[in-house]
């Protein structure tokens, strides 16, 4: 009866004109409707070919897409979230031409767009939740596509995500209720903060880096291409997000 909650089924993920199908557990997919901004999830039976699967089997999730050749395996619930994730990130890169991946936080203020750029471990999580929490519109938590011939950006819809436990700028338990837990990450339940809808297109008014010690730092007009860059992520790199 067990394995009966695991049994696969075809879905249908659409975003203002984006499209991935994916096979999973339905459970699975109920998850990714509570968590997901702007994606609609609909049974698809008549799909045999996902772009993205997820399967449980001996205690074991396995995750894979057709634009990503490495097979996740997770035990934990959560983390395999994460990476269904990252090859969702990875095939809508397949749907937009000349769009790039980029490893960011960004978040609006008085409708002006900002982009926060970062090594990894500097803060970004952490200051994007401070932002979310102050009621400002979150655009990107950790992945954002860029398409630079154009000079535009594209939202995901992903959730914020958090190491656990949840904590505040002053180390106190936070929100606790507003995420879904997992062993080591949590991820934001939908509508519990202001995440943009996937496929929303956007212009960028200001780049920030933070620095290792996790101060902010404004991006001259004239570096912001070359920083950009450098803050593209390729697929040896994706599994470090």
């Known amino acids: 009866m067990t394995q009966d909650r695991h049994l696969l089924k075809n879905w249908q993920l659409t975003a203002n004109g984006w499209r991935i199908s994916m096979r999973c557990p339905t459970y699975f997919a109920a998850l990714l409707a509570d968590t997901l901004a702007g994606w609609s999830i ?4 008549a799909n045999t070919k ?5 399967s449980f089997h001996d205690g074991e999730y396995t995750i894979g897409g057709k634009c990503y050749d490495t097979h996740f395996r997770q ?3 959560i983390s395999a979230l994460n990476d269904t ?5 990875y095939h809508t890169l397949t749907l937009v031409e000349g769009a790039r991946l980029l490893h960011c936080a960004a978040y609006s203020i008085n409708d002006h767009c900002n982009i926060v750029v970062g090594a990894k471990n500097t803060g970004k999580s952490t200051f994007i939740y401070e932002k979310a929490r102050q009621g400002h519109r979150i655009a990107a938590d950790d992945l954002l596509l860029w398409l630079p011939k154009r000079g535009l950006f594209k939202t995901l819809g992903l959730p914020i995500r958090m190491r656990r436990p949840v904590l505040k700028v002053d180390g106190e338990l936070a929100d606790n209720d507003k995420f879904y837990p997992g062993e080591n990450i949590a991820y934001s339940k939908l509508r519990s903060f202001d995440v943009v809808d996937a496929n929303t297109t956007f212009h960028l008014d200001r780049l920030w880096r933070l620095n290792d010690e996790r101060m902010l730092r ?21 599994a470090l997000t």
């Open 42 to 45: 609909t049974n698809d039976e």
């Open 50 to 54: 996902p772009d993205v699967s997820i």
């Open 75 to 77: 035990t934990d619930l």
């Open 85 to 89: 994730f990252i090859c969702m990130a």
């Open 218 to 238: 404004k991006v001259p007009l004239l570096r912001t291409f070359k920083v950009l860059q450098q803050n593209t992520i390729s697929t040896s790199d994706i």
